[in-house]
């Protein structure tokens, strides 16, 4: 089976939202799904993009994904990218899928001079055992914390 990659672009909002919503099912999470497809295609494709996509395709379907940003490292002081989603449909997995979905990432943080890869898996996801047989690392000592729109909004008028 050949794997082609293909960077997404407007018309692919539709597919892009799928995949979005198939990742929240597969990680019992489809009631934290907020975003609309209208939210997707302005965030992602209008003129200031906050991320990419890039599909994998095998013939001439779009079988995987993964959504990718740039981030920073004062520590390296070059930039990094950060992995926020990676799906392979449940029937093209255990195919290299995911693995040629890290290496493009991989590749074109490299071609754009970037010093580090990071991403977020839930604990109980049998992928991390996938991650680190590329010669991932847990990063254990960290701990992520987060705040939502509202909390922001929060911390904000706290003034």
Do not use: Q
């Not at 890039?54 to 959504?67: K, L």
């Not at 992995?83 to 979905?101: C, H, Q, S, T, Y």
């Not at 890290?102 to 991650?131: H, K, Q, S, T």
């Amino acid at each position: 089976m050949e794997i082609l990659f293909r960077h997404a672009d407007k018309e692919d909002t539709h597919h892009v939202f799928r995949f979005i919503k198939e990742l929240a099912e597969f990680e019992k999470m489809s009631d934290d799904v907020i975003a609309t497809e209208r939210l997707i295609e302005k965030n992602l494709f209008s003129e200031h993009k906050y991320a990419e996509v890039i599909f994998a395709i095998a013939d001439g379907e779009e079988v995987g994904f993964v959504i990718f940003f740039h981030n920073f490292s004062t520590f390296v002081g070059r930039p990094g990218i950060y992995i926020e989603d990676l799906f392979v449909k449940p029937a093209f997995r255990n195919k290299g899928i995911g693995k040629m979905l890290m290496r493009e990432v991989a590749r074109i943080g490299l071609e754009r001079g970037c010093g580090r890869m990071e991403w977020n898996v839930l604990n109980w996801n049998p992928a991390r055992r996938f991650y680190e047989l590329m010669g991932a690392k847990a990063m254990d000592e960290w701990v992520t914390y987060r705040f939502t729109s509202d909390t922001m909004k929060k911390l904000v008028d706290e003034e």
